[in-house]
């Protein structure tokens, strides 16, 4: 999912170079998207890792 992420931001910046405001903007909202949805199942997992009594790392 964080690769997505890095993909779509990644895609964002070169469309902005090029020129294509509206495909920069649409680009780089779905890179926050994706980026908050990782960082919420990466929290959840440390939590569901912790309340079993696993390591985290």
Known sequence: MLGWALTFFILA????????GGIAGAAASIAKILFFVFLALLVVTFVARALRGRSIT
């Open 13 to 20: 910046i070169i469309a902005a170079l090029l020129g294509f």
